[in-house]
């Protein structure tokens, strides 16, 4: 008996911190989940009480119009392009430059400089990038309390002899940069010359999102009005582990029907919907079912389509006269004929039973027959 109390004790306590968590990550319906044009999802938001932690406040600048968002606070002006679920955050970061007049003089440059209190730079989705002739592109990172330095070095005879796209040292050049970046600088190292006999004022630097920018010879010129360019950040939950975060239900961010995952490029884990679901994995009630049912390109049936949740079924209408597994990709549903016969077969007996009177024979010799035809 008291075995049976402990157990009940043990199950009431979890049920308890599951419910304490749940009630944690309810979004309270007058959250900002937008700032301007950008949407803002849990875990981050504009306004106390609608954030995780302070890692994930948005500053939601409405001196602009529209209004723009900031991450952490205006005065490190690190402006908010994009937000997503998936563990991305795209920024703008500042381009380093230098630009030499007509005659070869420096007439203007910037460097390059970011620090994050959190949320690495993704070396997934970001390359660092030289742009110039005769150019060197220097990038020091900061990784935790060691320091990493790299870059890559452009040359070109003329403007004529770059090609757009590529990424080979003529005119451009680009590289990786490793994981956990919290801060870097980054600068542009050229000489005068080049840019006196070619016509090219300025060379650059800059940590780019790979997938937005594209090297086009026409950048020797465009980037001279261009001060940041999209950066992307990795941000995930916590500094702990899936295996240590679930350890402590009351701050796990995981929600239910979501699964965690381990970040790769810094500490904490990510949530993420089951497959079947669909929404956000950091509140409560945020990951929904998703009915494939209703939507044929998510689902493989041929006739019946039953949802179920986070998944769905294929059936054969009247399963008694169709056989098959009714799906698409299998062997669909095809008429059960020799139930079909077995049925017609039994029906003809019975009309000649009501059209004469039969013997004792006959109806003995129509037993035996719908037995048989019972075991085909």
């Known amino acids: 008996m008291d075995s049976s109390r402990d157990n009940t004790k043990v199950v009431l306590v979890a049920w ?22 950008v949407s803002i999802p849990y875990p981050f938001g504009t306004t106390e009480d609608c954030y995780l932690n302070s890692n994930f406040y948005v500053a939601c600048n409405t001196s602009h119009k529209p209004p723009k968002p900031f991450l952490w606070d205006l005065t490190k002006n690190i402006e908010i392009l994009e937000v997503s679920l998936n563990g991305h955050l795209r920024i703008k970061s500042p381009v380093a430059y230098v630009c030499y007049d007509e005659k070869g003089v420096l007439v203007d440059s910037g460097n390059s400089y970011l620090t994050l209190q959190a949320f690495p730079f ?92 594209k090297f086009s010879t026409d950048d020797f010129i465009k980037l001279q009005k261009r001060r940041t360019a999209p950066t992307v950040l990795d941000w995930a939950v916590g500094n702990q582990t899936c295996e240590e975060a679930k350890k402590n239900l009351t701050t796990y961010a995981c929600q239910e029907n979501s699964v965690c995952i381990d970040s790769d490029n810094g500490p904490g884990y990510l949530c993420r919907c089951l497959e079947g679901y669909v929404g956000n994995a950091y509140f409560h009630g945020g990951c929904q079912d998703i009915d494939e049912c ?41 008429s059960n004929l020799q139930h079909v016969v077995n049925e017609v077969v039994i029906v003809y007996c019975f009309v000649l039973l009501h059209a004469f009177e039969p013997t004792t024979s006959d109806v003995l010799q129509l037993s035996v027959s719908r037995y048989y035809i019972g075991k085909i």
């Open 16 to 37: 308890f911190l599951v419910m304490i968590s749940a009630m944690s990550q309810t979004i309270h319906p007058s959250c900002q989940n937008k700032c301007g044009s």
């Open 294 to 334: 209703a939507n044929p390109s998510l689902n493989d049936c041929s006739d019946i389509c039953i949802n179920l949740p986070g998944s769905y079924n294929c059936s054969c209408p009247n399963t008694k006269r169709y056989q098959g597994d009714g799906r698409k990709g299998g062997s669909g549903c095809f």
């Open 122 to 213: 993704s070396y997934t989705q970001n390359k660092f990038i030289g742009i110039g002739c005769d150019t060197l592109s220097t990038i020091n990172a900061t990784i935790g309390k060691n320091y990493s330095t790299g870059g890559c070095f452009s040359l070109c005879s003329s403007v004529e002899s770059s090609t757009n796209g590529s990424w080979f040292g003529i005119g451009c050049c680009q590289t990786s940069i490793p994981k956990n970046i919290l801060a870097y600088q980054a600068r542009v190292l050229s000489s005068d010359f080049r840019h006196r006999d070619m016509n090219i004022p300025c060379s650059y630097s800059l940590l780019v999102e790979e997938e937005s920018f």
